[in-house]
């Protein structure tokens, strides 16, 4: 399998990394705003249902992401620090896990 390099500047990898991380977040805060809400029988708006599915289908993306980058780890990491990484960070972590240069 071939290695990706990434010649992306670091500031624009962490910029990436940051804002991933908090939309992984905010979704995780919407599936949980909109059971709590489920819960409490309340009347659920259109646009919280839409925000939860889109939300879940990032959730369900970043995790296969984070499948495939355990199963071509060329890094020393544990599958764990691999799989959590691209877990919140999503194809910039993939890509790094994929990379060459990753100790």
Not at 47 to 52: F, W
Not at 65 to 83: D, G, K, L, M, Y
Request: aromatic residues 10%; charged residues 10%.
């Amino acid at each position: 399998m071939p290695r990706f390099n990434l010649n992306l500047p670091p500031q624009l990898l962490t910029i990436g990394k940051t804002l991933s991380s908090i939309v992984m977040a905010g979704a995780l805060g919407f599936i949980l705003l909109y059971f709590g809400l489920l819960s409490q029988h309340v009347a659920i708006p259109p646009l919280l249902k839409t925000i939860t599915l889109l939300g879940s289908l990032a959730i369900f993306l970043h995790f296969l992401e984070a499948i495939v980058a355990i199963c071509f780890n060329h890094s020393t990491r544990s599958p764990w620090q691999v799989f959590s990484d691209t877990f919140w960070t999503g194809t910039i972590g993939l890509l790094e896990a994929l990379s060459s240069d990753q100790p």
